[in-house]
């Protein structure tokens, strides 16, 4: 069989081990995987003591986002770019609702977008963000699906916004959703605790000069209340619910006991809550750090990683969403008008990799599983995306375990800091194939705008993860 591309002599993390293998790749997918494989036509990529993942798959993402008064820098080149540096192939953007009364505009808006430049490969969740104006519920879900658009975001904060949604908006999407198999992703936080605690600490309005500001505003109780509400309402409504971007170690435990209960409801966390804590807001660019869930405590973060080693949290994703100094310099010392996001992206497979695997807190297996398998499986993209498998596409990621000093100048996303400057990390990409293209090579950038492509999504996407949740809840959460 001739090929066009070997990865010669890689350990390949496969979904049962690691194999120390070669991949044969024909046009955009792997068509062989055995040692000794040749072809002297083929490009080969000498992967000797390298780790070979598949391409990671970033869930949560927000380029050319309008937000917060501005608009996130990172587009789908540059976002899409930095992602394969850091051995990302595939990222999962939002598209907005904004005015329209369906949700199928804001896709086709995004999809514009995101066809004209993107590096890597895309999809798509569309944030409901005016549930109430959509007439047709059914109809709208159901013609997501037909498209390959399988997930939904909803809000319990950003009032201000106008993205929030009720109660009753969720337990209706929720309700809805099940007949289709779309998840509703939720960002929860609580709206009425957050605007408690400003009252508290700040009862005169008056925020100058103080990032800890955010912290002190966003205790883990914020994020605990609304997940521990919204997992209730995927009870009741016996539906699927993800919880995006969770920061508190209480919503690890929430989440554990909705498993244990067999409540459909599912999560994800970032880097950011893994390897920061809430001191950084005291930094003299401390608002540099102001993102939605705020950043915790080195006790949340500690959670969070049990929590990613147990299964009790299915991914790691980034919610890439860049805002540069003279963006974030827009808070004018006011902690709540802080251009909210932080880039991440190309250093999510990195901090993952040198805080979870070289630590040994779990397998080079399970980071796979957590980093692109997992994502893959639950957002209807497996076995087309997440797996080193003959017939997949050929996305794949050799790391390299060199130590690099990380320096916002030396990172391609479109920042002029880092959340992680001066953090020692393995594992940015040495070689990056996205469909069997060659798109980093010893790790320079070698692909160009359009690379990527849209790529549609199947519905139900939970039933194909490991652990065995069940649809009927079982027993009390709290019994
Ligand atoms: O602060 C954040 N996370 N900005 C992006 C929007 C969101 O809530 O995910
Ligand atoms: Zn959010
Ligand atoms: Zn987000």
Redesign the pocket.
């Known amino acids: 069989m001739g090929f066009d591309v070997i990865v010669k002599n890689g350990r390949v993390v496969l979904e049962d081990g690691v194999k120390n293998t070669d991949i044969g790749i024909k046009g955009e997918k792997i068509v062989k995987i055995q040692k000794g494989l040749s072809d002297p036509n083929a490009k080969i990529i000498d992967a000797k003591n390298s780790y070979v993942i598949p391409g990671g798959i970033d869930v949560h993402v ?1 380029f050319v ?1 309008p ?1 917060c008064g501005t608009v996130s820098k990172d587009d789908f080149f540059t976002g899409g770019r930095a992602a394969l540096h850091g051995g990302v192939t595939t990222v999962i953007d939002f598209a907005g609702q904004g005015q329209y009364d369906n949700l199928w505009q804001g896709i086709e808006e995004k999809m514009r977008i995101a066809e004209k430049n993107a590096a890597c490969d895309y999809s798509f969740h569309i944030m409901v963000t005016g549930p109430k104006k959509i007439k047709d519920l059914d109809y709208e879900f159901k013609r997501l699906v037909d498209n390959g658009i399988t997930s939904i975001k909803m809000f319990m904060i950003y009032e201000s916004e106008g993205w929030q949604s009720d109660d009753a908006d969720i337990l209706k999407a929720l309700e809805t959703a099940k007949k289709y198999g779309i998840t509703v992703m939720l ?1 929860a936080e609580s709206d009425k605790l957050i605007k408690y605690y400003i009252n508290k600490y700040y009862p005169n309005g008056t925020k100058v000069n103080d990032a800890y500001g955010h912290a002190k505003t966003r205790p883990h109780v914020t994020e605990g209340e609304a997940t521990s509400r919204a997992i209730r309402l995927a009870q009741a409504a016996e539906s699927t619910l993800y919880i ?2 969770i920061s508190a170690g209480e919503t690890a435990d929430h989440l554990k006991r909705a498993h244990e209960a067999g409540v459909l409801a599912f999560g994800e966390t970032c880097p950011q809550y893994l390897v920061l804590d809430d001191s950084v807001f005291k930094k003299e660019n401390g608002h540099f750090y102001g ?2 869930p705020q950043i915790k405590k080195k006790s949340d973060s500690k959670r969070l990683w049990k929590a990613l080693k147990d299964g009790d949290l299915i991914c790691v994703s980034t ?1 890439t ?1 860049t805002f540069d100094s003279k963006q974030k310099a827009m808070w004018e010392g006011d902690f709540t008008k802080i251009p ?2 932080l880039p991440g992206v190309e250093t999510m497979i990195p901090v993952v990799y040198t805080y979870g695997v070289k630590k040994g807190v779990f397998s080079i297996t399970h980071f796979a599983k957590l980093i692109s398998t997992n994502p893959a499986k639950f957002f209807g993209l497996y076995p087309q995306k997440g797996t080193i498998k003959v017939g997949s596409d050929a996305d794949i990621a050799v790391l390299d375990d060199k130590q690099t000093t990380v320096k916002a100048s030396e990172l391609y996303t479109n920042c002029d800091f880092s959340p992680y400057e001066g953090f020692k990390l393995s594992g940015f990409a040495k070689y990056t194939l996205l469909r069997g293209k060659v798109v980093i090579e010893d790790g320079k950038y070698t692909g160009k705008e359009k690379d990527g492509k849209f790529i549609k999504r199947k519905p139900y996407g939970y039933k194909l993860l490991d652990k065995p949740f069940k649809v009927q809840p079982k027993k009390y959460i709290y019994a």
Do not use: A, K
């Open positions: 927000h986002l937000f960002h995006v971007h993102t939605c919610d969403c909210f996001g």
